[in-house]
Nanobody, 119 residues
Framework: QVQLVESGGGLVQAGGSLRLSCAASGRTYSTYAVAWFRQAPGKDRIFVASIRWSGGTAAYADSVKGRFTISRDNAKNTVYLQMNSLKPEDTAVYYC????????????WGQGTQVTVSS
């Protein structure tokens, strides 16, 4: 199976930038796509962005289009989320998730990294 570890979270002022990393280990050959989700206190976990493990296809939630960019470096088994023009409403725990070829949904999750945007 695949293990995921997120890093790069922290405190940033509104309008600032932050880059999150998701390091994958284990059987990455079975990974079809990797995505970022986020969850604020009292809120549901929602989709942020996704990318195919191989290939450049990416998708974004409307709330982050034009501000966030997802990318990956397969040689390093790492997926990144570059977050620019951050807003207080972006404050949440950000999770990395992986989808396998044989599985419909994302069934492998990291522990999350906290992002806090101050006004």
């Amino acid at each position: 199976q695949v293990q995921l570890v997120e890093s790069g979270g922290g405190l940033v002022q509104a309008g600032g930038s932050l880059r999150l990393s998701c390091a994958a280990s284990g059987r990455t050959y079975s990974t079809y796509a990797v995505a970022w989700f986020r969850q604020a206190p009292g809120k549901d976990r929602i989709f942020v962005a996704s990318i195919r493990w191989s290939g450049g296809t990416a998708a974004y939630a409307d709330s982050v289009k034009g501000r966030f960019t997802i990318s990956r470096d397969n040689a390093k088994n790492t997926v990144y989320l570059q977050m620019n023009s951050l807003k207080p409403e972006d404050t949440a725990v950000y999770y990395c998730a992986a989808k396998r070829f044989s599985v419909t949904g994302y069934d492998t999750w990291g522990q999350g990294t906290q992002v806090t945007v101050s006004s």
